[in-house]
């Protein structure tokens, strides 16, 4: 079966950093575009970082660029995401996401989500 397990979350203070994780199995794991997405409460799933399927380009949502950065490890099975600077309104369950495409972009397009990590940012 499809796994993705993340790791990593936590509490950390406002400017702080955090790197996440993301193990994957039961996937071939160079078949799959990655990213994260993370969710608030009251609020919807938004996108953070995508990693594409090929070449490793990524891109990511306005509101982290510059402070998160995504990678992958493909010996591994394993997608990472660095968070710097972090702020409270970075506060969010985060979510491992792979699509067969050659982005992700969009929560609909996920084929696999992991069961999500939560970041807490304490001002």
């Known amino acids: 079966q499809v796994q993705l397990v993340e790791s990593g979350g936590g509490l950390v203070t406002t400017g702080g950093s955090l790197r996440l994780s993301c193990v994957a199995s039961g996937v071939t794991f160079t078949r799959y575009a990655w990213g994260w997405f993370r969710q608030a409460p009251g609020k919807e799933r938004e996108f953070v970082a995508t990693?594409?399927?090929?070449?490793?380009?990524?891109n990511y949502a306005d509101n982290v660029k510059g402070r998160f950065s995504i990678s992958r490890d493909t010996a591994k099975n394993t997608v990472y995401l660095q968070m710097n600077s972090l702020k409270p309104e970075d506060t969010a369950v985060y979510y491992c996401a792979a699509d067969r495409g050659l982005v992700l972009r969009r929560a609909d397009d996920v084929e696999y989500w992991g069961k999500g990590t939560l970041v807490t940012v304490s001002s």
């Open positions: 990693i594409t399927r090929v070449g490793g380009g990524t």
